[in-house]
């Protein structure tokens, strides 16, 4: 079965921290990655899009890598800003038809403190 | 910023209402999209179009229906409204990137509450 599961489910930190968030998936045939930041009451936002030939890619604060064989990817979000607060999902795409589906995770819900 | 708009971003209705969200991109997508989200749960896909003309079914099965007759413009209809209709509406549109990896662009939501 597709899955994305993401930990952890919520995290806190201090502003100024670094964080690193983790998703692992099932999904086969594999396609891209995206890391997604969504804002409470807001439309998720693309933060990057992985392919499996690259296993890291920046965005300003934000590295995400990937490990295609292990079938995992983390968020690495560097000196972390109020603003950071947000929950951060993976989706999973997979080869399978000319959409290309889409597998969503929960995402992890991070709050970041004064 | 994302230009992609729905409307309206915070509806509350009674049981039995039919409502109708708007959905409007001006990037000239092909692909359009409508996502279910409940708190702390993961995005469903209840419907989306390849193009004019074009709408099909998601994964998560929906008493909503939708239409596609602009390119621009994907509007999703309830004709009853009820309590388990109550959730987050979040409409997305997408062209593939130079990889050809097709990147999805969310409006902001429309938050539906029924009473």
């Known amino acids: 079965k597709n899955q994305v599961e993401q930990s952890p489910q919520s995290l806190i930190i201090l502003e100024g921290k670094n964080c690193t968030l983790q998703?692992?998936?099932?999904?086969?045939?594999?396609?891209?990655l995206r890391w997604y930041k969504q804002d409470t009451g807001r439309g998720p936002v693309s933060l990057t899009i992985?392919?499996?030939?690259?296993n890291t890619k920046s965005n300003g604060r934000y590295t995400a890598t990937l490990d295609a064989d292990t079938k995992q990817s983390s968020l690495h979000i560097t000196a972390s800003q109020l603003s950071d607060s947000a929950s951060y999902i993976c989706?999973?795409?997979?080869?399978?038809?000319?959409?290309?589906?889409?597998?969503f995770g929960r995402g992890t819900q991070l709050t970041v403190w004064p | 910023e994302a230009d992609i708009y729905q409307t309206p971003r915070y509806l509350v209705i009674g049981t039995g209402k039919k409502i109708t969200l708007e959905c409007s991109q001006t990037?000239?997508?092909?692909?359009m999209y409508w996502y279910q989200q409940d708190p702390g749960m993961e995005l469903h896909l209840i419907h989306y179009?390849?193009?004019?003309?074009?709408?099909e079914k998601g994964d998560l099965s929906s008493e909503s229906t939708v239409s596609r007759i602009r390119t621009e413009h994907f509007p999703l209809t309830l004709e009853s409204a009820r309590p388990s209709h109550t959730s987050q509406y979040l409409c997305?549109?997408?062209?593939?990137?130079?990889?050809?990896?097709?990147?999805?662009?969310f409006g902001a939501g429309s938050r539906l509450t029924v009473l």
């Open positions: 997305a549109s997408s062209a593939p990137d130079r990889r050809g990896a097709n990147v999805l662009t």
């Open positions: 998703c692992n998936y099932t999904v086969s045939p594999f396609s891209n």
């Open positions: 992985m392919t499996f030939s690259e």
């Open positions: 989706v999973v795409s997979d080869r399978g038809s000319t959409l290309g589906r889409l597998y």
């Open positions: 990037m000239g997508h092909d692909k």
């Open positions: 179009s390849y193009g004019v003309n074009s709408t």
